[in-house]
């Protein structure tokens, strides 16, 4: 967390720094001095880049907003699933009931202490696809005389574990491309760029003005990086769901 703070408190600074520079370097040209430009085409020069910086920082923050939800809601689909499975094979016999919960257990708890991290690097766990098909072959080994409904009301509720459990880690590929974070990132300099380029004079007010503005852009460069993954701290989404799965089912024993 302090690590995450110091490239947002860098990023932030690294802005105004930029704006500052730019001021100094170019507000001191001659055509700053004189102020020979055309005012209609300055303003509507600053609109459009100005415009560009602010319909690419919305739409990446609210695609990566919607992405934190879907992947939120992925993950409590599946937990949710994994519960009811858990349920349904307290329904089996004895022996084939113990089995199955403990397969689903280690399947849950792989989950949170093995894949959470694995997502982080953008890949799956093959120790919780492992153990996912281990729950899977502890219910094709019930013999068939012990088979009923509880039996395909259990594999019915498994089953659609896995159908959750590949719509969670299709998130993984829904990151938006690097190349719009670039985007941002080059509004951002022109944004900054631009008084100083028509003719910003380096003054001591225009020039905190700048900065505070170098600020902003920075901070949200920053906020719009950190949002975009949904499995990267420290606004990632957690393992939560499967925790309170995993409380779920001690309560049902």
Known sequence: ????????????????????????????SERSREGSFNPQALTFAGGVVLSSFVLITGFLIVGAWQLQSMTRSHAHEEARVLAKTYARAGELAPQDRDEVRARLSAYT???????????ARHRASPEAWRD???VQGALTAVPPDRRGDAYDATSAALDDVYVKRYARLADLDAVSPP???????????????????????????????????????????????????????????????????LARYAQLK
């Open 109 to 119: 708890r792989s989950v949170v202490d093995d894949e959470w991290p694995d997502l």
């Open 179 to 245: 190349v719009l974070f670039g985007a941002l990132v080059a509004a951002g300099l022109l944004v900054l760029a631009y008084p100083p380029l028509v003719g910003m004079t380096a003054n001591s007010r225009n020039v905190a003005v700048l900065g505070f503005a170098g600020a902003i852009v920075g901070f949200g460069v920053v906020l719009v990086f950190l949002l975009r993954d949904p499995f990267t701290a420290p606004l990632n989404v957690g393992p939560s769901a499967f925790q309170e799965a």
């Open 1 to 28: 967390m302090t690590g995450t703070l110091v490239v947002w408190t860098l990023c932030t600074i690294g802005g105004a720094a930029v704006a500052v520079t730019v001021a100094l370097w170019l507000g001191r």
């Open 132 to 134: 996912l098909d281990a």
